[in-house]
């Protein structure tokens, strides 16, 4: 297993408990964040969950005419029910690139969104969400980073509510407050958003106009990713592939990548006293067209306001750099 070049040690009672959740082929930033939770000393990382994106679908829609699925095909958007294999393919792919291929489970979840508030998906990623919640044998807090769509801890919550009370959910999503409005990781399940903002469980939200800030640029990632490692190889060249195939879209813009995933190690990472990056908030629940419906009673989460973009990166930079000196490592 791949020993970590550190020269620093983390306290064990500073640690914590953490499962991912991503998304991670849905386009070419979940490799990245995916990468820095593994290289994460304050981390104990308890599993991995790699979850659908199935909004991104050649068929997800019978109005979509030829001229749009050809560039949707073009673009790598798979069928219906297939996006979270995709996701635990290149989960496995990155993990084997790294060399930490067994440091910790690695299951797939739901393969669609919920279709209703109310019926739960089980799946082995919400029942690795509740295993992890429900242990004993471990005092450390418990956390989850979802990068993505929110299915699978949702419907954990509804399969066993007493996890609400044992962990944290970190979020990449939603739109900007007080308004929202559309954003990719919500449309992916919004029955599921609703049903995590009007439960119990602490939820630490960084919505899209936060976690953009997190931008990078294509050089940028060529000097300081690239050269190091099989893993910064890889990452940066399927990045600008993707880059090229998306050619045709809006969205990305050519020569930047927005990294907004990887928050959800920096927020892990701030000082404890450093309560002005956040507001808390009573938790919104969410209208069919993503706007935020203030008008209910639900606890309060705690929403970001900013991200520290030169935390989150400069450690991930030097983290790699660290830990893969060389091509070939």
Not at 59 to 71: G, I, N, V, W
Not at 275 to 304: C, L, Q, W
């Amino acid at each position: 297993m791949k020993k970590w070049n550190y020269l620093f040690n983390v306290p064990e009672q500073k640690r914590v408990r953490m499962i991912v959740h991503t998304d991670c082929k849905n386009e070419a930033d979940d490799q990245f964040a995916l990468a820095h939770h593994l290289m994460t000393p304050k981390f104990k990382i308890e599993g991995i969950i790699a979850g659908h994106f199935n909004l991104k679908t050649q068929d997800m829609s019978p109005h979509t005419d030829a001229a749009e699925f050809d560039k949707r095909k073009k673009a790598g958007y798979y069928a219906t029910g297939t996006t979270a294999q995709a996701s635990l393919e290149e989960v496995e792919k990155v993990l084997d690139l790294m060399g930490v291929t067994g440091i910790c489970p690695v299951v797939k979840g739901s393969e669609l969104p919920m279709v209703d508030e109310k019926t739960a998906i089980d799946s082995p990623g919400a029942q690795m969400i509740i295993r992890e919640a429900m242990r004993e044998d471990d005092d450390r807090p418990l956390f989850i980073g979802m990068l993505g769509g929110i299915t699978d801890l949702a419907c954990a919550i509804l399969l066993e509510p007493r996890i609400c009370e044992r962990m944290t959910a970190i979020w990449i999503g939603g739109g900007e407050y007080p308004n929202g409005g559309d954003e990719f990781n919500l449309a992916n399940d919004i029955n599921a958003a609703n049903v995590v903002f009007k439960s119990n469980m602490p939820v630490w939200q960084v919505p899209k106009n936060v976690y953009k800030e997190v931008s990078v640029s294509l050089a940028e990632l060529q000097l300081r990713v690239r050269p190091y490692g099989k893993i910064g190889n890889y990452i940066f060249t399927y990045m600008n592939e993707v880059n090229q195939n998306y050619a045709d879209f809006f969205w990305p813009h050519g020569e930047i990548w927005g990294l907004g995933d990887n928050p959800t190690v920096s927020v892990l990472m701030e000082e404890v006293e450093k309560t002005d990056i956040y507001d808390v908030v009573k938790a919104p629940s969410f209208n069919p067209d993503m706007t935020y419906d203030h008008s209910g009673n639900n606890r309060e989460i705690r929403v970001y306001n900013q991200a520290n973009a030169r935390l989150c990166m400069e450690d991930f930079y030097a983290k790699l750099q660290l830990n893969y000196p060389n091509p070939e490592d």
